[in-house]
């Protein structure tokens, strides 16, 4: 899902350095880069909140990252029916290569009923 959020910030910032006219296209991608965007740091700052133990996080931190979080969720609202949010929500789905890639489990999952083996 991050390689699909950096993807789109890459095509989107291409779109906004051609200084393309102002105009809905332009509106709905700023709306899409920001919920990408936002997407993209809060995934960075889950992990640095779950694994880097040194890092102590300060409620202004937080707060701003919040405030930044209930912003993309106002973007998202405004373009959610857009087919150009639609397509990055696909985007963001395991693609068949990479599920075909995955291997399979050598034996299967055992079960509460399964009976213990001698």
């Keep these: 899902m991050k390689q699909a959020s950096e993807r789109k910030l890459s095509e989107l910032n291409d779109f906004f350095d051609r200084r393309s006219p102002e105009g809905p296209e332009r509106t709905i991608k700023y709306h899409l880069y920001n919920v990408a965007d936002t997407f993209s740091q809060a995934q960075h700052n889950r992990n640095e909140a779950d694994y880097n133990l040194l890092r102590e996080w ?3 931190q ?3 990252s919040l405030e930044g979080i209930a912003g993309a969720f106002k973007s998202w609202n405004t373009i959610r029916h ?3 949010a639609r397509d ?3 985007s963001m789905l395991p693609s068949r290569e990479r599920k075909q890639s995955e291997r399979p489990r050598s034996k299967p999952r055992p079960t509460p009923t399964d009976t213990p083996r001698s």
Aim: proline share 17%; glycine share 0%.
């Design 58 to 60: 300060q409620p202004t």
């Design 62 to 64: 937080v707060s701003l």
């Design 88 to 90: 990055y929500l696909i």
């Design 82 to 84: 857009e087919p150009a």
